[in-house]
């Protein structure tokens, strides 16, 4: 049986179509290896050698790559909650009742959303703490310390935009307070409120500005600093071990 | 023009070298980081024109509360719509706004305790809109509070007062 499968893929990967999409031989040498991760978009970016140590569970508890395979959770999940919501008053509400009651497994695509969404915020937090107190701010990794810290207020952000949608009494409530908040800060704070309301309440203007926020605009940055951030792990040496790790000791 | 001088001037057109050190490049650098800084900054200014709303649809400021003889004396009636309370005293009628100073929530009027109390943080004012206790930094304000020619309340949310009694 493995015989069988092991000839099925060597014979697909002598066909044209393969070799014009992967355009090498078989990764069976370091070089090519190398090459198997220079010529492909999605790994490019990647090292192509890794210290064992830097895999360990205890070197940073997987907590980038859970953070961020949970934004690729509430990213799946929100294309497929958005065919069935409208950003507006009366169907907000609605249609957030629709896919708890109504749509099949809507109920388990919103709890999926919601959940992953409660997850992340810990996983990013717990993620940046990991980070500070292993040190892993310090030169040449400050750069990347920054960017950390503008997507942990664009995660932030996400989950806020993101609580008023249901537009039931919590999110009405809680943006309102939250938008008060905004409105203290000194000269420009009633103005920004304005903005990001369009208009002094919380109205349907405010639910549309908080949705395109929400499903567009932050998801489209947090996509592009997460693309910085990976690329300067690497540029900046890969993740910070202790001195004490290197030497084989613990 | 003598023969000497031309002869500079075409030098200094072959090397894009004018008289003042300039390069052409240089000035066309700056030419154009100038056009694209003047067409950012009023691209930025013509998108915050955008995103301020010029009319909203939001419940109209301006009220009537009804007739006087609806409020009896010593009452304080919360409109829903409005978000208004209108208290009647002795000394007559006055319009105290329900939203709370703080953070926005709306207020309740507890006719037991006799006081104005604040679901979300717990501050809590006398029913003519003054601070019992906060965290509410202000009292709550006063609307502009008159009588229409028909002899209605009306109620004009966009004049903040600090104090305003109708005596009716």
Known sequence: MATTLHSALQRLRETRVWKSIFRRGPANTNRTRSLAVFGNLFLHWLPVKVREKSLRVRASYYLGSISFILFIVLFVTGILLMFYYHPATPHAYRDMKDLRFVVSNGVFLRNLHRLAAHLMVFAVFWHMFHVFYRGGYKPPHEFNWVVGVVLLLVTLFLSYTGYLLPWDQLAFWAVTVGTNIISAMPVVGEKIRFLLLGGNIVGENALLRFYVLHVVILPLVAFLLIGVHFWRVQKDGGLTIKPKDDDGKE | ?168
Not at chain 2, 13 to 40: C, K
Not at chain 2, 105 to 125: L, N, Y
Not at chain 2, 158 to 163: A, H, P
């Open chain 2, 1 to 168: 023009m003598s023969d000497t001088e031309h002869s500079s001037v075409t030098e200094a057109l072959r090397s894009g070298q004018a008289g003042n050190g300039v390069t052409r490049r240089d000035f066309l650098n700056e030419l154009t980081l100038g056009a694209l800084g003047i067409a950012g900054l009023g691209s930025v200014a013509v998108t915050y024109q955008f995103f301020s709303p010029n009319v909203l649809f939001e419940p109209p400021t301006t009220f009537r509360a009804g007739s006087p003889d609806l409020y009896p004396v010593h009452s304080v009636t919360f409109l829903q719509d409005q978000q208004v309370y209108i208290v009647r005293m002795p000394e007559g009628f006055y319009a105290v706004s329900a939203v709370c100073t703080h953070l926005g929530c709306v207020t309740q009027w507890k006719p037991d305790a006799e006081m104005i109390a604040c679901p979300c943080h717990g501050s809590k004012f006398k029913s003519d809109g003054t601070k019992i206790e906060g965290p509410a930094p202000r009292p709550l304000p006063h609307f502009a509070i008159s009588l229409t020619a028909d002899g209605e309340l009306l109620v004009d949310k966009l004049q903040n007062i600090k104090s305003q009694v109708l005596k009716v």
